[in-house]
């Protein structure tokens, strides 16, 4: 799967991995839904260090297609507001 981190690049992280990004993933949705700013930055730099961690950099020069597509760093929490669907930022 190819996640991409918005203003950062693309990885590829393998499907072994999604249930540990989607136990951060939630943290994120449930820090957005409560409104709580205290909560949602530490939240999405976990998640998007998951992301690193697990991930693998996919090639620069391709044209691949990204699977999933994460906010940048610097979001605000009602710019996460409206990339969330009802599964969270990562389906599952």
Known sequence: M??????EGQYDVSDAALERLNDLDAAVESAVEAGDETAFAPALAALLDGVRSVGVPHEVDSLDSSDLILPPSDA???EVRELLSDDGLIPG
Do not use: A, H, T
């Open 2 to 7: 190819i996640v991409r981190i918005l203003s």
């Open 76 to 78: 605000s929490l009602d």
